[in-house]
């Protein structure tokens, strides 16, 4: 099978516009993921997936995989169904234009993860210890069944602890054993049959609720395979997040 890395790099991001050209001592944003990406021992190639020009022109300097898109998509997903229609494939994993960070390991996890011929997506999970980042509604929660096939993607927090539910989020620093509760980490896997059918389905009501794209995989039918993992996101979506990120590499 052939896997590759596709980065989707929107230029207009609401919270803080042109981030994935931010510079990271030195680097932009975009080519520390890029660089990430290729570390990934399972991954034959790694593109980036762009709707500007600008965005194009600066990776020229570091790859030639680069693929212009239509400017009038939605989502991320939406832009790499469009970028792979020409690419010969068979597994596409979704790396966020934020994440300068991306473990390669976690990249080669997923990739590897469809060695299991039942399985049409995959994604992360990170256990969540702090109440603080369980209540933030910029922390996307999932909820598993049994075989690790995600049943739910919330802004809200689940699942809901009943009994103690104001002892959790009034008087608890540190999410107290054996309670568990996880946070959704943004990367991707897909099988390209199942990307291209994904990118042909209607936006879902609870897609456009939570504004979660994943939704619309799970509001289908589909099922989404999680793997946990230890590496925690260091995505940039604000300034905060663009200073902490520069405080890491110093």
Known sequence: MKKIVVIPARLNST??????????????VVQ?????CKKARSI???????DSRKVKKICETFTKNIILTDKKHQSGTDRIAEAIEQI?????????GDEPFIEPSLIDELANSFENNNIVMSSAMHQISKVEEVKNPNVVKVTIDNNNNALY?????I??????????????????SPLKFYR????????????????????SYLERLEKLEQLRVLENGYKI???????????IDTEEDYKRALNLLK
């Open 15 to 28: 919270r803080l516009p042109n981030k994935v050209l931010l510079d990271l001592n030195g680097k932009s």
């Open 32 to 36: 520390r993921v890029y660089e990430q």
């Open 44 to 50: 034959d190639e790694v593109y980036i997936a762009t």
């Open 88 to 96: 010969d494939c068979d597994i596409i994993i979704n790396v966020q």
């Open 153 to 157: 993607f919330s802004r809200s927090i």
């Open 159 to 176: 699942p809901h602890h009943r009994d103690e539910w104001e002892t959790l989020v009034n008087h608890h620093i540190n999410i107290p």
């Open 184 to 203: 959704h980490l943004g990367i991707y896997g897909y099988t390209k049959d199942f990307l291209i059918k994904y990118s042909q389905m209607e936006q």
């Open 225 to 235: 395979k999680m793997i946990e993992t230890d590496y925690n996101s260091i995505g």
